[in-house]
């Protein structure tokens, strides 16, 4: 019997074999799959484990995240607490074990969790493990002025909408809002409270961010856009003559103007831009072709993600649309050049893309990256991020740029934009109102710059934008914008 | 050194072992060295000095290395029970103390000659069929998990397939060497209790839904008659009929096939019929939630793991990831908390207990001898084999325990009875005459 003994030992040791080899399979070459996985909740207490880093406003300096400690089977883990609540959520958004992340808290998770490559987090990380002290994250100060996010969230109030506001000069982002919003403290224990939030458009999608994510026809804004792509061709000059019959002709139909009970006669290119005639911008669209218009909207970033510190899903491309996805003309005869030089067509924008565009004329052609986080902070204080100005591209020329901004002043002086103007203030500015097809439920924008004088570049842009609006954008957007501007002049005045 | 003075060494090593990680625990739990720790590596030490006094006594020739290897093994359960649930450490201890007080009693009731127990080899037979058959009997079986595995009498709970595991080897032994010569010449009105026991293998099945111990006592049984006979071609035809059976039982029980779908596609990635809850889930949230949430705590300790006490069993909200961790998934706590350093060690030790199990099996001098020592310790490797390949989705989960590791009663007293039988006959081998 002993010869079947031994072979039946054989086999014995190879069953004990096959789990050594399986074991060693788990852990080491399925691991790391294993731990990327969404539901392995080991890998989510490892996460909680870190004293994760808090995060900033600008001004006033608030901690619009912080920690709280909570022991459980033995572990100290540390859970969120937003202690504003609404006024930054859709920017920082949540972190929390039963949905995951969103906003910064999401993209700049390795940061906040001291994940992150850099030398000194790796050291204080280590030291922290040999410690046995909980691993301590990196702080975040962010851009944003929380009191005019503040004005800016009351005075949207149930409208469904958005603002941003930056500085062209830098890019630093001060504010950005979306309506309705949330309170991220309410995301994980009690999340049917927020499906329950109602406001004045269904669906009312709270956590959508719409100054970034939510797309809108841009009306008479792109405007701004048709106008710079008129001048930079040297096709059109401001005193470029037209005749408004209140109407233009586009394949054989005709295009209203907005009030097409008193056509302006012969009017320029400036002036229509100041009382925002639909029929000369009609004509130079159709004069011009789409993919001219288009390739200049592309110099002002249309049909890229506007890089912001945001996760990537939170930030959608401006530009035309089809069937929900972006889309790009092979000819010019694919679009209606005409109907698309006044932000009808296909068209559809975000609130980010058209702030950069505002600021980018205002300070003369330059677009700059916009950016919401200005530094990242070890816990020694040490700073191992520091963002400064980053130029995208010059958009147009110097020229062009400070002709579209002297018809955007005007605007704001005399045409369509008076309700934006603030005294002691160079404002320019350029009202929208987008059609949805639905009456009575349009979009109406106000987008603008300010500045001390029409000489010094504009410390301020903004974009507002409002849904299921009757009004028009110069009744609408216009008087919040104003009220998000001067908001924000009076910290920067007063530093 | 003689095999006592070894077996003396390889204790103390053990208890060295088991001191230490004792206090490693109480370190990672009280962030201090308790003297608790020390008290309980004494105790320890004294428990298995109290066995190998006993052994030293009854059987002075048995094997040296299969007491510390016990020792080492119970060690590793002990501390992980300790650290998941200090009350269940401490009525492990318990068990511990009955299995090795067991063993004395064994060992000194059959120290003269143990081969009395194959005139009773009809008895042990019906008996482990009794026993299998128990946890079905209404008003005694409990049923966990869809599972009959549980007898209840008044206060007292215990497995009874674990002891008719033991009774079954004794009966094989007993069984196959009267009658090998006869079945070796292949005629099938011989396979009568062949086919009978094939036929009571498939009926535990059916009555308890308990696939694990119908897999390791057919699989036993196999390995015995293959030991028996020499005759490869009757394992192949065994191994034929499981299969046949299983594959109609397939296709007839839900609980089979659950385990079959949960060990093939643990992971989905669309949401699909959930049992527990009646409404749609993605697997891993539903039925395969134990499976794969055990893999997740064998991915997390990695090559060195956690560390005793460091590992994560609980989620953010403090509710237990892992049903049955103590149990069925001690290995998977082993796997995170020691890494792969410490789960290989675990193993080495399986191995070296089937070797010296096995060479025990060699050096007997009679047939039952033999194939009583190559059943308990084939028996060791498959139960082995099955939960942690299990654990491991190497086959199909089916909730058994890990010999000596896993927390519960039954299964300590039976694998300390399983090592009195093997120190029992290689006393008798080494034996000078």
């Known amino acids: 019997m002993n010869r079947q003994i031994v072979r039946l030992t054989y086999v014995s040791l190879a069953l004990v074999g096959v789990l050594v080899v399986m074991t060693t399979y788990w852990q080491t070459w399925a691991a790391a799959g294993l731990a990327d996985r969404q539901d392995n909740a080991i890998r989510r207490v490892a996460e909680f484990s870190v004293d994760r880093g808090l995060i900033f406003s600008w001004q006033p300096r608030r901690r619009l995240a912080r920690n709280v400690e909570r022991t459980v089977d033995g572990k100290t883990l540390f859970f969120r607490r937003y202690p504003y609540g609404r006024l930054a959520a859709h920017v920082v958004g949540y972190s929390t074990a039963g949905r995951s992340r969103t906003g910064l808290e999401r993209s700049l998770n390795d940061y906040l969790t001291a994940s992150n490559a850099n030398l000194s987090t790796l050291v204080d990380k280590a030291l922290d493990e040999l410690r046995g002290k909980p691993v301590e994250g990196n702080n975040v100060v962010l851009n944003l002025d929380l009191d005019a996010q503040r004005v800016a969230l009351e005075e949207l109030g149930t409208q469904c909408g958005a603002v941003v506001a930056l500085d062209p000069r830098t890019g630093k982002v001060r504010v950005m809002v979306s309506s309705p919003g949330f309170d991220p403290n309410l995301v994980e224990e009690s999340f049917q409270r927020i499906s329950r939030i109602t406001a004045d458009c269904r669906p009312a999608s709270p956590l959508l961010n719409r100054a970034s994510a939510g797309l809108y026809v841009p009306g008479s804004t792109f405007k701004v856009i048709t106008a710079s792509a008129a001048l930079e061709a040297k096709k059109f000059t401001p005193d470029s003559s037209f005749v408004d019959p209140g109407y233009c002709t586009v394949y054989g139909k005709r295009v209203n103007n907005f009030d097409t009970s008193s056509p302006f006669g012969t009017i320029d290119l400036e002036n229509a831009l100041v009382h925002s005639v639909n029929s000369v911008f009609c004509n130079v669209g159709l004069k011009l072709g789409a993919k001219l218009i288009l390739d200049t909207a592309k110099r002002f970033g249309f049909y890229e993600r506007p890089p912001l510190e945001t996760p990537a899903d939170e930030r959608l491309a401006s530009g035309l649309y089809e069937h929900g996805r972006l889309y790009y003309p092979r000819l010019d005869s694919d679009v209606d050049a005409g109907r698309m030089a006044f932000g009808q067509e296909r068209m559809l924008v975000t609130p980010l893309q058209m702030a950069m565009v505002a600021g980018t004329i205002g300070v003369g052609g330059r677009l700059l990256e916009p950016q919401v986080v200005d530094r990242i902070v070890t816990p020694g204080r040490r700073v191992i991020v520091q963002q400064g100005p980053v130029l995208i591209r010059r958009a147009v020329s110097r020229e062009t740029a400070d002709a579209v901004a002297q018809m955007m002043r005007l605007a704001v002086e005399r045409g369509t934009g008076t309700a934006a103007q603030i005294p002691g203030y160079s404002v320019g500015g350029k009202t929208g109102t987008g059609e949805t097809g639905v009456p009575g439920s349009n979009t109406t924008w106000f987008i603008a710059f300010a500045g001390r004088d029409e000489e010094t570049p504009p410390e301020l842009a903004i974009a507002v934008v409002l849904q299921n609006q009757s009004g028009t954008g110069g009744t609408t957007a216009a008087p919040i914008a104003r009220a998000v501007m001067e908001a924000l002049l009076h910290t920067t005045a007063n530093p | 050194m003689t095999a006592r003075g070894r077996e003396l060494a390889g204790l103390l090593l053990a208890a060295v072992i088991a001191g230490v990680a004792l206090a490693s625990v109480t370190i990672a739990r009280d962030s201090e060295v308790s003297a608790r720790a020390l008290t309980y590596g004494a105790l320890f030490l004294a428990l298995y000095l109290g066995a190998h006094v006993v052994v030293r006594r009854t059987v002075p020739y048995a094997d040296g290395a299969l007491l510390p290897l016990t020792a080492v093994l119970t060690a590793f359960g002990l501390t992980l029970n300790y650290r998941l649930d200090p009350d269940d450490g401490g009525r492990q201890a318990l068990w511990v103390l009955i299995g090795v007080g067991i063993l004395c009693a064994t060992l000194v009731a059959l120290r003269y000659d143990y081969r009395v127990l194959e005139s009773y080899r009809y008895l042990f037979g019906v008996a482990a069929v009794i026993l299998l058959l128990l946890p079905s009997v209404p008003g005694l079986g409990e049923r966990v998990n869809g599972v009959r595995l549980w007898v209840h009498a008044g206060p007292l709970q215990f497995q009874p397939g674990e002891l008719a595991k033991i009774f079954l080897i004794v009966f094989l032994a007993g069984y196959l060497r009267e009658k090998r010569e006869v079945i070796a010449q292949g005629r099938l009105k011989d396979f009568g209790p062949l086919f009978a026991i094939w036929g009571v293998a498939m009926l535990v099945i059916v009555q308890t839904n308990d696939l694990g111990s119908a897999l390791l006592n057919f699989g036993i049984f196999l390995a015995m008659l293959y030991v028996a006979t020499g005759r490869g071609l009757f394992v192949a035809a065994g191994l034929a009929l499981f299969v046949g ?189």
Not at chain 2, 369 to 379: D, H, I, P, V
Not at chain 2, 394 to 414: E, K, M, Q, R
């Open chain 2, 245 to 433: 059976g299983a594959a109609v039982l397939y296709n007839a029980l839900q609980h089979v096939q659950d385990r079959v779908t949960i060990w093939l596609h643990p992971w989905t990635h669309e949401r699909v019929y959930c049992a527990l809850n009646g409404e749609l889930e993605f697997r891993q949230d539903c039925a395969s939630y134990q499976l794969v949430k055990s893999l997740y705590s064998i991915a997390n300790g990695g090559f060195g793991g956690t560390g005793l006490g460091e590992g994560t069993f609980t989620s953010t909200d403090g509710t237990t990831l892992i049903p049955y961790l103590r149990t069925d998934f001690i290995y998977s706590a082993v796997a995170q908390e020691l890494g792969l350093i410490g789960a290989a060690a675990l193993l080495l030790v399986f191995m070296l207990f089937v070797v010296r199990g096995m060479r025990v099996a060699l050096r007997a001098q009679d047939g039952f001898s033999k194939l009583l020592a190559a059943g308990l310790t084939f028996g060791f490797a498959l139960q082995t084999f099955i939960i942690v390949g299990g654990v491991l989705r190497v086959v199909p989960l089916t909730g058994i325990t890990l010999p000596f590791v896993s927390y519960g009663g039954t299964s300590i007293v039976a694998n300390f009875l399983m090592l009195a039988g093997l120190l029992l006959i290689s006393h008798r081998a080494n034996e000078p005459r």
